[in-house]
């Protein structure tokens, strides 16, 4: 059992967390997803023996790049505001569709 941080761009509201974590749940070795709207973190529990790839692969598929946590750089990265467009067009907002 172990754990994976992530740092997912583009989530603005409860259906885009609702989007990573179907992303994520199905994938080999994957117990437990929680999802942080507010900083946009990610952390994945199980048996990821295979690490973020799959993970990542899965997110960027969702509509939803993301990147390994690197502890120091989060908060700053994540203080742009997030764009008020969710589910109101193609572009901008959040990967909601
Ligand atoms: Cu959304």
Do not use: F, W
Not at 6 to 32: D, F, I, N
Request: hydrophobic share 35%.
């Amino acid at each position: 059992m172990n754990t994976i941080d992530l740092q997912v761009e583009g989530m603005s509201c409860g259906a885009c967390v609702k989007h990573v974590t179907q992303a994520l749940q199905p994938l080999p070795g994957v117990s437990g997803v929680e999802v942080d709207l507010q900083s946009g973190r990610v952390k994945v529990s199980g048996e990821l023996a295979q690490g973020s790839a799959p993970l990542l692969m899965a997110l960027t598929g969702a509509g939803y790049p993301a990147k390994l946590t690197t502890d120091a750089s989060t908060s700053a990265a994540t203080s742009q505001p997030k764009a008020a467009g969710c589910h109101g067009g193609s572009s901008g907002g959040c990967g909601c569709r």
